[in-house]
């Protein structure tokens, strides 16, 4: 609740000055506050715009502090303890008082010029209404410098009346702090007022800049880290550079400030460069952070490298010699005088002009060394030598192509297969050859395997992948192909294997038939033919009741598993079942059903008795607990018979059909009772009576 009343307060008085302004609101002041351990707390603000700048510099500011909680509890009179900070409206000094911060500060130098600079001006105009221009960025100009000035000086931002230190506070207390411009009563002029709520112990130490990364190259060092996560924390940061007696020296005199993209946003890394004194002496890198308070943050840790010379030129290639044996020697060009700033050569090839290149020697080749034997190389090279630098990325030749004589054919093709739709559409694929200078591939295709094949297409292919069309609607069964690779240089492999291709099979099978029906004691035995076509994989059997619609599938017979009949176990006396089989072939094509085979199962004269029944009495319960089990379908309820006399059953209860147990509490001290169980059919036909449950209570 004390929370809430506090949350409720600041809400209220920043509406409060909200309510006061009208409907045009020409500026704001932005504020900003910092708590420090030592008891103190630091407030800077901002204007907005230029004419809130100029407002403030002639009105000056009025700081107000609101006590709001003690100790975590709301102020229950946080405005009786208002106190107003400066006594006066703070203002930018004087221009005479400018002199002696000029001498020690040049920010303060740019500070005084922005403030009372008779000229700010960039760039001159022409013209009336240039001019009128030229004066509104002269404005901007001097607002935008003033503040970079106090941001990056916390005596700037004192002597622009742009902060102030609270020392007068408690670390049990908790402030609203109200910055406004000092407006006469008498102005129009309306510009938000600043809020800041903060206490001493909101005090949080200033982080150290991670993610320093450093990269050197010849006499140069570009030092970068994260920006944006420290946006909130750092206004600006130094870069500090060490030699070998470990002295840090800040190598920027002002804070170096975040640059922001096209879109106003932070940078993803601020970048700075740094000229090395000398190459390959090891510098020491690190990064200070300063906040808008005028304090430093913790140095990052450091990193250290050194500059080295740069690689001065490429190599040259200049030509290649055939191996007898295999692959080529490659030959190339590189000043004998610069040995000594390289580490070596890389050479690279690919198998076309673009590329990709891989390294074919990583293990890489002396920098006295002028040639390489490529023993792996193919018919056509592309070839590209690197120098290595000691400490940088190397230096590539322009691309070389050298080719060999080649009389070697390739292999033959692995791997074909094909499929064909209903519409006669083939799509033939197969492995593609490993060897480096392939070219293509025929295809050929056969209606017989003893026929001559003949070529399919015109152009060579290029791809592994090739598209026919064959008549599906014809006595012919299955089609052949073979493939035959090309390399580069023309060599002809041997035609691949024949693949057959079976095509599509759109005749449905012969239906199967059934022989005879026969009722037994478990249910209605089925006999049949099974389809005389050579093709079916699959013959199924549905049923249905004589007053149903549709079929239901019971069983799916692969052609290798298909027995001569079955038994349905799952049928009820006196109903009538219709039975028919379906075959199916291996292209998927269906039977005609065969021929209805109807059965009609005969109701018996009298069911069956219950035969499995338990009974218990239970004198702690004060019950006897009787139960049964009845396998027998079609029960609509159980008749419970009870009696004192062993020879004369009366009807005690009767139970639903799904229940098979009976709890009986009316019951006298021992006293025997004989129960009996009877099941009622929903065809209204009766069991037996149980055999009699004799039970002493």
Same mark, same amino acid.
């Given at each position: 609740m004390r929370k809430r009343c506090i949350a409720y307060f600041i809400a209220g008085l920043i509406l409060l000055a909200f309510t006061a302004q009208a409907q045009e609101k020409r500026g704001t002041v932005h504020t900003l506050a910092r708590a420090y351990a030592s008891d103190s707390i630091r407030v800077r603000w901002a204007p907005s715009d230029p004419l809130t700048w100029e407002l403030g510099k002639k009105y000056g500011y009025v700081l107000e502090r609101y006590t709001v909680s003690i100790n975590g509890q709301f102020n229950d009179t946080p405005t009786r303890d208002k106190k107003v900070l400066n006594a006066t409206p703070l203002k930018p000094l004087l221009l005479d008082e400018w002199e002696q911060p000029v001498r020690n500060n040049p920010l303060a130098a740019i500070a005084a010029q922005a403030y009372y600079g008779e000229s700010f001006t960039i760039e001159q105009s022409q013209g009336a209404i240039l001019q009128v221009i030229q004066k509104s960025r002269e404005q901007e100009a001097r607002h935008g410098f003033s503040l970079y000035a106090a941001d990056i000086s916390w005596q700037v931002a004192l002597l622009s009346g742009l902060a102030y230190t609270d020392k007068n506070v408690k670390a049990n207390e908790k402030y609203l702090y109200r910055v406004y411009v000092a407006l006469p009563e008498t102005s129009k002029m309306e510009i938000d007022t600043g809020f800041y709520y903060i206490g001493n112990a909101d005090y949080r130490p200033l982080p150290s800049i991670q993610a320093v990364e450093v990269e050197f190259s010849d006499r140069k060092a570009l030092i970068s880290w994260a920006g944006p996560i420290y946006q909130n924390e750092y206004i600006g940061y130094y870069v500090e550079r060490a030699e070998a007696d470990g002295r840090f020296v800040r190598i920027n005199e002002q804070p170096f400030t975040q640059s922001l993209d096209s879109a106003?946003?932070?940078?993803?890394?601020?970048?700075?460069?740094?000229?090395?004194?000398?190459?390959?002496?090891?510098?020491?890198?690190?990064?200070?952070?300063?906040?808008?308070?005028?304090?430093?943050?913790?140095?990052?840790?450091?990193?250290?490298?050194?500059?080295?010379?740069?690689?001065?030129?490429?190599?040259?290639?200049?030509?290649?010699?055939?191996?007898?044996?295999?692959?080529?020697?490659?030959?190339?060009?590189?000043?004998?005088?610069?040995?000594?700033?390289?580490?070596?050569?890389?050479?690279?090839?690919?198998?076309?002009?673009?590329?990709?290149?891989?390294?074919?020697?990583?293990?890489?080749?002396?920098?006295?060394?002028?040639?390489?034997?490529?023993?792996?190389?193919?018919?056509?090279?592309?070839?590209?030598?690197?120098?290595?630098?000691?400490?940088?990325?190397?230096?590539?030749?322009?691309?070389?192509?050298?080719?060999?004589?080649?009389?070697?054919?390739?292999?033959?093709?692995?791997?074909?297969?094909?499929?064909?739709?209903?519409?006669?559409? #083939?799509? !033939? =694929? +197969?492995? /593609?050859? &490993?060897?480096? %200078?392939?070219?293509?591939?025929?295809? @050929? *295709?056969?209606?017989?395997?003893?026929?001559?094949?003949?070529?399919?297409?015109?152009?060579?292919?290029?791809?592994?992948?090739?598209?026919?069309?064959?008549?599906?609607?014809?006595?012919?069964?299955?089609?052949?192909?073979?493939?035959?690779?090309?390399?580069?240089?023309?060599?002809?492999?041997?035609?691949?294997?024949?693949?057959?291709?079976?095509?599509?099979?759109?005749?449905?099978?012969?239906?199967?038939?059934?022989?005879?029906?026969?009722?037994?004691?478990?249910? #209605?035995? !089925? =006999? +049949?033919? /099974?389809? &005389?076509?050579? %093709?079916?994989?699959?013959?199924?059997? @549905? *049923?249905?009741?004589?007053?149903?619609?549709?079929?239901?599938?019971?069983?799916?017979?692969?052609?290798?598993?298909?027995?001569?009949?079955?038994?349905?176990?799952?049928?009820?006396?006196?109903?009538?079942?219709?039975?028919?089989?379906?075959?199916?072939?291996?292209?998927?094509?269906?039977?005609?059903?065969?021929?209805?085979?109807?059965?009609?199962?005969?109701?018996?004269?009298?069911?069956?008795?219950?035969?499995?029944?338990?009974?218990?009495?239970?004198?702690?319960?004060?019950?006897?607990?009787?139960?049964?089990?009845?396998?027998?379908?079609?029960?609509?309820?159980?008749?419970?018979?009870?009696?004192t006399q062993a020879d004369a059953p009366v009807l005690y209860k009767t139970l639903g059909g799904a229940e098979e147990l009976l709890i009986d509490k009316q019951l006298d001290l021992n006293q025997t009772y004989y129960y009996w169980i009877k099941a009622r059919f929903t065809n209204g036909h009766e069991s037996a009576l149980s055999e009699t449950i004799r039970i002493t209570y």
């Open positions: 106003g946003n932070s940078t993803a890394r601020i970048q700075m460069y740094d000229s090395l004194p000398q190459n390959f002496v090891r510098y020491t890198y690190r990064v200070v952070g300063q906040s808008s308070f005028g304090e430093e943050g913790p140095p990052s840790d450091t990193l250290s490298g050194f500059g080295f010379t740069a690689l001065p030129v490429s190599p040259e290639i200049t030509g290649y010699i055939p191996s007898p044996e295999n692959g080529l020697i490659l030959n190339w060009a590189y000043p004998q005088e610069f040995e000594s700033v390289i580490k070596g050569f890389t050479i690279w090839r690919a198998d076309s002009y673009e590329g990709p290149y891989q390294n074919i020697n990583p293990a890489g080749v002396s920098s006295t060394l002028r040639s390489y034997y490529d023993s792996t190389a193919s018919y056509s090279n592309y070839y590209k030598v690197e120098v290595l630098g000691h400490y940088e990325a190397g230096k590539e030749s322009t691309v070389y192509f050298a080719q060999l004589v080649d009389s070697i054919p390739p292999s033959r093709p692995q791997g074909i297969s094909a499929e064909v739709d209903s519409a006669g559409l #083939v799509r !033939l =694929h +197969w492995q /593609p050859n &490993s060897e480096a %200078d392939i070219y293509g591939y025929k295809v @050929y *295709r056969a209606n017989y395997a003893q026929d001559e094949y003949s070529l399919m297409h015109g152009e060579i292919l290029n791809d592994t992948v090739f598209t026919d069309t064959v008549n599906v609607h014809s006595l012919t069964s299955q089609v052949y192909y073979k493939v035959l690779a090309l390399d580069k240089r023309f060599n002809a492999s041997v035609l691949s294997e024949a693949y057959t291709l079976i095509l599509p099979d759109f005749i449905s099978p012969v239906p199967p038939a059934f022989k005879r029906s026969k009722i037994t004691e478990q249910g #209605v035995e !089925l =006999h +049949w033919i /099974p389809s &005389s076509s050579k %093709d079916v994989v699959v013959h199924a059997l @549905y *049923r249905k009741e004589s007053q149903e619609e549709g079929f239901t599938l019971m069983a799916i017979y692969e052609e290798d598993k298909l027995p001569g009949y079955t038994e349905d176990q799952e049928v009820e006396a006196g109903r009538a079942y219709g039975y028919v089989m379906i075959a199916k072939d291996a292209a998927g094509n269906e039977s005609p059903p065969s021929a209805l085979l109807s059965v009609r199962i005969p109701l018996p004269k009298e069911m069956p008795p219950i035969r499995y029944v338990q009974g218990k009495a239970d004198r702690n319960q004060r019950l006897i607990r009787l139960q049964w089990e009845y396998k027998e379908k079609g029960v609509e309820a159980f008749m419970i018979y009870k009696s």
